[in-house]
């Protein structure tokens, strides 16, 4: 497996401290970031999933805990929307250049709107997808928050 990915390399471009951490990748797993947690080894409220919706019709971009479920009128809330829905896997696919399983909000291939969950700011680091299946990158919320142009938002269901 190659640790160099568009994720990667937009991480290093930026001058991001990162750690490229690889794991198994189980393709049957029902909820795949908590799959990378175990796998890892790392709680999951610090391996955060990249998930892909529409707000309003309009692609955006969310990072949240991967033990959590996104909550929709929040998310509508944080890009001042009136209405999200979950985007189609394929569609998610299309905007981001990356596979279900390997999307990383870094280095897409269409830049979009992105939101992180603020909750996930308050932690020391957090992992996410580096853009391939069984690999995540571990790196500050805050750098990741920064280099993302990310809003800070509550978007996780109560």
């Known amino acids: ?74 998310l509508a809330a944080a890009f001042a929307g009136k209405s999200a829905q979950m985007m189609k896997p394929a569609d998610a696919e299309r905007v981001t250049g990356y596979h279900v399983g390997g999307i990383s909000p870094f280095g897409q291939r269409k830049k979009v709107p992105t939101a992180i969950e603020e909750a996930a700011l308050g932690e020391t680091h957090v992992y996410i997808n580096g853009g391939q299946r069984g690999l995540q990158v571990r790196l500050s919320p805050r750098d990741a928050q920064v280099v993302l142009d990310a809003v800070a938002a509550s978007l996780v269901a109560d």
Do not use: W
Request: charge should be positive; hydrophobic fraction near 40%.
């Open 1 to 74: 497996m190659s640790k160099t990915t568009r994720a990667t390399q937009m991480l290093t471009k930026a001058k991001i401290a990162f750690t490229a951490v690889t794991y198994n990748y189980d393709p049957s797993a029902d909820r795949i970031g908590l799959q990378a947690a175990e796998a890892i080894g790392e709680a999951p409220h610090r391996v955060l999933k990249t998930l892909l919706a529409q707000v309003d019709g309009k692609p955006v971009c969310m990072v949240v805990p991967s033990d959590r479920e996104v909550s929709m009128k929040k």
